[in-house]
């Protein structure tokens, strides 16, 4: 992975265990597309703002990246989290996130997301 992809998938996170949107922000081109698989799909910076900070959840999300791997203009990680909904509080997941990059920005975000016990 280079160094530019290594620190812009490192920011994303970083951003998201803090709520900085504008840390988040920064990774992404303006057409941004955010497909997480089953449930919603974002496009461009205005609508991905929107979903960093999700009505349906509160508090900052727990983040713990496993594995990291990429091809190319590809890189995914994958791990698990832990977070709390509005309606049924605590919960844990596990996630595989696909970063898409052009011209050294994240393009796409592909997010699977399975609840654990």
Same mark, same amino acid.
């Given at each position: ?5 290594? #620190?812009?998938?490192? @920011? ?13 922000? /920064?990774?992404?081109? =303006?057409?941004? @597309?955010?497909?997480? #698989?089953? #449930?919603?799909?974002?496009? %461009?910076? !205005?609508?991905?703002?929107? @979903? ?24 995914? !990680?994958?791990? @698990? %989290?832990? %977070? /709390?909904?509005?309606?049924? %509080? ?12 052009? =011209? ?14």
């Amino acid at each position: 992975m280079t160094n530019t992809q290594r #620190h812009l998938v490192e @920011e994303y996170f970083a951003g998201f265990r803090t709520s900085d949107h504008r840390r988040i922000l /920064a990774t992404l081109t =303006d057409d941004v @597309e955010w497909v997480i #698989h089953g #449930h919603r799909t974002t496009r %461009g910076k !205005a609508e991905f703002d929107g @979903e960093i900070e999700n009505p349906a959840f509160t508090g900052k999300p727990e983040l713990d990246i496993h594995r990291v791997y990429e091809d190319g203009p590809v890189v995914i !990680a994958t791990g @698990e %989290g832990r %977070g /709390a909904t509005v309606d049924h %509080g605590p919960f844990r997941f596990a996630f595989n996130d696909l970063f898409t990059f052009r =011209d050294g920005l994240i393009a796409r975000v592909d997010s699977y997301v399975v609840p654990l016990p």
